[in-house]
């Protein structure tokens, strides 16, 4: 059976390498899916124009106004299939208790036997496309290189503009690729299945045609399977932003920031300083939005790279003044996915794009919309934009640099209605890795289920870690060893609401004055005052100069609500209890030391 199906692949395509693992394992893949054709993904211009048009002509992609949005697609996907899918996403390693009480699991075995029976046959009369690809820059220290096979020209795009891809890559392919494989089916969602097999590096989506599900190179390599390989090679994998602060002296400083989804890691890391910090000098620089890759360096510093090429990033809420760098990004060479389409000029539209919605649009379904009979909202609330991180005014100078920027600070962050003050400092390593393990936030619509409901979420990596939670804090522990000169360690809530249930911080530019904040303390440029959970600043050391926050309004920004943290913390003690003997001894004293401090 083989050898017919590597003799009918010889046959029609053009093989872009002798590698025999590679070879080998596409043939069975080409036996089990039983696509038409098979085609390699060279990335050149050319191939990816051609892909386009074919797109256009069978409606999966709309091309928009060239004039306004040069090289710029619509993609809408099933109304079925409009975001992760947690429910539907396994860690199959062979012991459960590797994959941990907050990752749905299954037998490796078990799982490959019920996903062959859905990939049998499942590419019949489609095509097949090989993307080679590379996490991080191609030949760095960081690089890490894998194969997606696709029956979506929609996925195909999308990695050609979210990773380094094609020709470029195929000779760093050794038998240690990362082996991915996707198919669109019928997108059942009761069939849908989004699976990492750690122990294999092997990556299974099927019945899904969404971005996060099947855009594999993002969170089921880069997160869940790069988390295991950083837990075996001493490094980290994480959901977070990478963002330099320029300040007057010309000397840029680099911050990490670990925030759930759709909880502000593009606004972050595309930040543009207020005007009076522009006056004065300062600058931001974007290095990436979602996902940093940290290693030690040989200085003893913890140094990151963002293994992405492009921004995923949601669309409702960008505009011209929350997040004018994100928006000039999408003004070229970007595929949107369920947003409008502003029938007026053939362009996007998303609520809060502009403060007027187009009279004449089609919503996310494509159905007809316009804001006096609307029903709903004219894009999805979790429609997104993909775009080269090139387009970015804000792009880093380092943003190819194959051994990455130097972290000063990691920022964990959520949205918090109450508890959490705008900043506080971790005392130490340990205390900061209890702080990220802790985190909480309400849930978005970047993931199914109810919008609004707190739920922890460590390190912002719940839906992403690819093993036992408790393994994960302990090698965050462990890395303490490793960093001779560790970041500090803090959390920021810019969330926090009033009666009215209103945003009490202005947000976005103005985060910045947390931000530096945040750097001097690491460089001890300022005091701070000490409290149950963590240094908090001193009212008079955030600048306030040209924002509308008095010094009161801050104050409450930054009080510790005892009440509210002895309920917390009776909620810390609740969510480690299913971690059973997998929590670090470390984090349960921590957990003790909170507790102590706020019954005295
Ligand atoms: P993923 O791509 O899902 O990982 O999300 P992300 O963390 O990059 O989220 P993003 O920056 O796209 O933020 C999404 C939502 O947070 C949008 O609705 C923003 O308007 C809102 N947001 C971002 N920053 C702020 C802020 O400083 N204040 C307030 N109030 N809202 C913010
Ligand atoms: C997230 O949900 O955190 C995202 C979007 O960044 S997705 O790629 O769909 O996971
Ligand atoms: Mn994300």
Redo the contacts with the bound molecule.
């Keep these: 059976m083989l050898k017919v199906w590597a003799a009918r692949r010889r046959a029609f395509n053009m093989e872009l390498t002798k590698n025999q693992a590679v070879l080998d394992w596409i043939d069975q893949q080409v036996a089990l899916t039983k696509p038409d054709q098979v085609i390699w993904i060279d990335g050149s211009e050319a191939q990816l124009e051609q892909l386009r048009q074919e797109a256009c002509a069978t409606g999966e992609m709309y091309k928009l106004n060239q004039e306004k949005l040069p090289g710029c697609y619509l993609h809408r996907s099933d109304p079925t299939d409009v975001a992760r899918v947690e429910s539907r996403t396994f860690i199959c390693c062979k012991k459960q208790e590797d994959a941990g009480p907050t990752n749905n699991w299954m037998d490796p075995q078990e799982m490959y036997a019920k996903l062959h029976k859905l990939y049998d046959g499942s590419m019949k009369g489609r095509t097949m496309y090989v993307i080679p690809y590379c996490m991080s820059v191609v030949g760095s220290p960081f690089a890490k290189y894998g194969i997606e096979l696709t029956d979506s020209i929609y996925v195909v795009l999308n990695m050609a503009i979210m990773t380094r891809m094609g020709a470029e890559v195929v000779p760093y392919l050794d038998e240690n690729f990362i082996k991915g494989l996707h198919a669109r089916a019928n997108l059942d969602p009761e069939e849908r299945y989004i699976v990492q097999f750690p122990e294999d590096n092997v990556i299974m989506s099927i019945n899904s045609g969404y971005g996060g599900n099947v855009l594999q190179g993002k969170k089921c390599f880069a997160l869940r399977i790069a988390s295991n390989l950083g837990r075996q090679e001493g490094w980290l994998a994480e959901?977070m932003?990478i963002l330099g602060i320029q300040n007057p002296q010309g000397e840029v400083r680099y911050v990490t920031g670990a925030?759930?989804?759709?909880?502000?890691?593009?606004?972050?890391?595309m930040l543009i300083p207020p005007e009076g910090y522009q006056k004065n000098g300062w600058k931001c620089w974007c290095v990436g939005?979602?996902i940093a890759w940290l290693r030690v360096g040989a200085d003893g510093r913890l140094w990151a790279v963002n293994p992405e090429k492009g921004f995923?990033?949601?669309a409702?809420?960008?505009n011209a003044k929350?997040?004018p760098n994100a928006l000039a990004t999408t003004h070229q060479g970007t595929i949107f996915t369920n947003v409008a389409l502003n029938l007026e000029d053939d362009t996007v539209w998303w609520e809060k794009l502009t403060p007027n919605p187009p009279q004449h649009a089609l919503d996310w379904k494509g159905n007809p919309w316009s804001p006096d009979t609307a029903t709903g909202p004219a894009a999805h609330p979790n429609s997104r934009f993909t775009a080269p991180a090139e387009n970015c005014p804000c792009i880093s100078p380092e943003f190819n640099n194959p051994n990455g920027v130097p972290i000063s600070a990691i920022i964990f962050g959520g949205r918090r209605a109450k508890t959490a003050p705008l900043v506080y400092q971790s005392r130490d390593w340990q205390h900061g890795v209890f702080v990220g393990s802790v985190m909480a936030s309400e849930k978005?619509a970047?993931a199914e289920g109810t919008v609004g409901e707190t739920r922890r979420d460590p390190m912002a990596m719940l839906p992403f870690c690819g093993y036992h939670m408790g393994d994960y804090w302990q090698h965050w522990l462990d890395m303490e060893k490793a960093i001779a000169n560790p970041p500090k360690i803090f959390n920021v809530n810019?969330?926090r609401t009033d009666d009215q249930g209103n945003?009490i911080?202005?947000?976005?530019s103005e985060?910045l004055r947390v931000v530096e904040w945040i750097l001097k303390r690491c460089f001890d440029e300022v005091g701070a005052r000490e409290t149950e959970i963590g240094y908090l600043p001193n009212v008079e050391d955030i600048n306030l100069d040209g924002v509308d926050v008095d010094r009161e309004t801050l104050a409450s920004l930054l009080s510790v609500d005892r009440d509210l943290w002895r309920e917390e913390a009776k909620q810390i003690r609740a969510f480690y209890a299913q971690f059973g003997d997998k929590l670090p001894q470390t984090l349960e004293k921590e957990l003790e030391g909170l507790e102590a401090r706020l019954q005295d």
């Design positions: 959901h932003l925030f759930p989804s759709a909880c502000g890691k593009t606004n972050l890391a939005d979602d995923f990033g949601v409702p809420g960008t929350s997040n978005t970047a810019w969330f945003f911080w202005p947000g976005f985060n």
